[in-house]
């Protein structure tokens, strides 16, 4: 059952991942002004974010 579970977690943020990379990849630079960022700052809440959910999953939800 708990491995059920960590594979489908596995996958859902594999998912994520892969659409927050796609849209980092997808963001026309433009050569005026500063460069825009928000693909990788989708990245890097995304990772932040699941490190934190498997945080909160490892304290209150598994049996040790």
């Known amino acids: 059952m708990m491995q ?6 596995i996958t859902l943020a594999g998912i994520i991942l892969l659409t ?5 990849l997808a963001n026309e630079s433009r050569s005026d002004g500063a460069p825009d960022y928000s693909g990788v700052t989708g990245i890097y809440y995304t990772v932040i974010g699941l490190i934190l959910a498997y945080g909160v999953y490892d304290s209150f939800f598994r049996k040790s």
């Not at 059920?4 to 977690?9: D, L, N, P, R």
């Open 20 to 24: 927050e990379v796609s849209y980092a």
């Open 4 to 9: 059920k579970i960590g594979a489908e977690v």
